[in-house]
């Protein structure tokens, strides 16, 4: 779409999101509305808020029926190594067991771990080095053969395989591999295709992970879908997000790449073995949209039970929504942070004023009510750190008075720091968007307008929502298309600056496919802090690092933050054990929810 038709949608865009946070007030101030009596409410909503940060309807779930997913985005792999969507990680615990989880609890509870595939947490040795565990009995695939530490070490193992298996999270790698000696299982010379040295398993239900160094959060990473068990003989490669073979309750029955999936009961699942998954419902289907509006409409229609997504409704549904089936809507905080990533391999954004100049040009205000309003899209992000991440300082910390006194642009001081990068009278660039996310549109009109007032002239590429890993998440691709303002949003992968940061800001993380750290951020002092906090033990000294980080990044000025954001998530009348966590950024845990009617 060219920008120079946009400008019409962009006022509806900013309209309706004015319109939302206004409903939202009334509905904030209102509180929770247990008995489902707002006006047009579907009949046996459990009302406003019920399941946000606490069960909804526990004792009502039955035990069968069809759970009914929607989406506006397929994942960007359902291969448990590769996914590195949010909602990826929580569906894939249908199908994929850990040696360790989060429990199945609401709010703060749910981020904590918990034994899942192992029989307890690790057994820590060695100053922190040497983790043990030892497997449950009675856990099997979905032909009824015994799951055995050589599946969970060869499952770890295919992290190496970036050359074939890219795009998900390599926490793993480096930690265990930190020299980059192993070359993954499909260039092991050992016969077994087992040869990683620093995972020994002495017999199928024992294994034992030896760490070069200690690191504090090395349990957490464990309990990444990363981590699954994948069994040897069932690996088809490049082509095993199409079919992963199950260990978990669910099995594929059909998958159509952003069209449909389907999971049925895997019989040889044994609840016995799973202290986890209650596995309600018989059948969970997923139907992929194309248009996010449509989708919303499918929702309230009754069409559909929840958003796979997670990201919340867009701002035509959820108006419609507020009005008329308030009952059915849950307003968390994420863990998300929304914001603007600046590549420095596109000019003139490898001059850090000119990158400056962006930050003091845009107006927050505008970007927030794209965004949706103080309640749907979240307070003004002020910094980079979310406020659920221990460090983090929230509004408290604001370099560049984004809440404060330059919330609607310095244009002052936008204009001097264009003429500091040799830029005075402004420069062209590109603004890179997912095209199926209406909301990220508007926040990409919304900055396009503010720094037109500046002389920055911004065109918008909408590309496919759905090929984020080799369109933005390729460097090349991005230097080739001249993208110098990328809007995205990142959630921590577990609670922590490791797990949150790490991927985004250390150099190490700079990929040439599946890259996350969009600003191609090089900053030794950075590297240096991380390198720190992962052998700090202590929270309170862990916790200083991460602030430490946090402010050398905003000093970077590698990044324009938006909102620390909240959602507005539809709850379908039928579901039942609803809640959110903190374990998936404030969204719904999928694992256990069951339906009050098992039609």
């Not at 073995?273 to 499918?298: C, E, G, H, M």
């Not at 369109?471 to 959630?491: F, H, L, R, T």
Request: net charge neutral; proline share 5%.
């Amino acid at each position: 779409m060219t920008t120079q038709r946009t400008s019409g949608r962009r006022k509806q865009a900013l309209a309706a999101a004015a319109a939302v946070a206004a409903l939202l007030t009334t509905a904030a101030c209102g509180g929770g509305d247990s008995d489902g009596g707002d006006k047009g409410s579907k009949t046996g909503a459990a009302g406003f808020d019920a399941a946000n940060n606490k069960v909804a309807q526990a004792s009502l779930v039955k035990k069968g029926g069809t759970l009914r997913f929607g989406g506006a985005q397929d994942a960007d792999s359902w291969d448990t190594t590769r996914g590195y969507y949010g909602f990826m990680w929580d569906f894939a615990r249908y199908y994929s067991r850990q040696l360790v989880t989060n429990k199945t609890e609401p709010g703060k509870a749910g981020a904590e771990l918990t034994p899942d595939l192992a029989s307890g947490l690790a057994k820590v040795t060695d100053d922190g080095k040497t983790y043990t565990y030892t497997l449950r009995d009675g856990a099997t695939w979905e032909d009824g053969k015994a799951i055995t530490s050589k599946d969970v070490k060869y499952g770890i193992e295919r992290v190496w395989a970036q050359d074939v298996l890219s795009g998900g999270p390599v926490y793993l790698k480096d930690v265990l591999d930190p020299k980059g000696e192993y070359k993954g299982p499909y260039k092991d010379s050992a016969k077994d295709k087992l040869g990683l040295k620093a995972i020994d398993t002495p017999d199928d239900k024992t294994i034992v992970f030896h760490l070069p160094k200690a690191n504090s959060d090395f349990e957490e990473m464990l309990a990444l879908i990363s981590a699954s068990p994948v069994r040897q003989d069932m690996d088809t490669k490049s082509k095993y997000s199409l079919h992963p073979f199950s260990s978990g309750p669910y099995k594929f029955e059909s998958y159509s790449p952003g069209k449909d999936l389907t999971l049925v009961r895997n019989d040889k699942w044994s609840q016995a073995s799973d202290p986890i998954r209650k596995a309600y419902p018989d059948k969970i289907t997923v139907q992929f949209y194309s248009d996010a509006n449509q989708l919303d409409q499918r929702l309230i229609n009754g069409d559909l039970d929840l958003d796979i997504n997670q990201t919340g409704m867009s701002p035509q549904g959820r108006t419609t929504a507020l009005k008329e089936h308030k009952a059915n809507l849950d307003n968390p905080v994420s863990g998300y942070i929304r914001y603007a990533a600046f590549p420095q391999s596109v000019k003139p954004f490898d001059n850090i004023e000119c990158r400056k100049a962006v930050i003091l040009g845009a107006d927050h205000e505008s970007l927030q009510t794209a965004r949706g309003g103080p309640v749907a899209g979240g307070d003004i992000g002020t910094n980079m750190l979310p406020p659920s991440v221990a460090g983090a300082e929230g509004q408290k910390y604001d370099p560049y008075k984004l809440a404060g006194a330059d919330k609607n642009g310095n244009e002052a001081a936008a204009k001097a720091a264009l003429k500091a990068c040799g830029q005075p009278n402004g420069f062209k660039t590109t603004i890179a968007v997912r095209n199926n996310k209406p909301v990220e549109v508007a926040t990409a009109q919304s900055l396009q307008a503010s720094l037109k007032k500046i002389g920055i002239t911004a065109q918008i590429d909408q590309y496919d929502g759905s090929q984020t890993t080799g369109i933005i998440g390729s460097p090349a691709n991005v230097k080739k298309k001249g993208y110098g303002i990328i809007i995205m949003g990142w959630g921590p992968d577990f609670p922590s600056v490791q797990g949150f940061g790490l991927p985004l800001w250390n150099s190490k993380y700079i990929l040439d496919s599946g890259n996350s750290n969009y600003s191609l951020i090089k900053d030794k002092a950075i590297d240096g802090l991380f390198d720190d906090y992962v052998t700090t033990l202590d929270d309170a000294g862990k916790a200083k690092i991460a602030t430490e980080i946090n402010h050398k990044v905003m000093e970077g000025a590698y990044y324009l933050p938006f909102v620390y954001e909240k959602f507005i998530n539809w709850r379908g009348d039928n579901l039942a054990n609803v809640y959110t966590t903190d374990a998936y950024s404030g969204t719904y845990d999928f694992v256990n929810l069951g339906l009050k009617s098992a039609k």
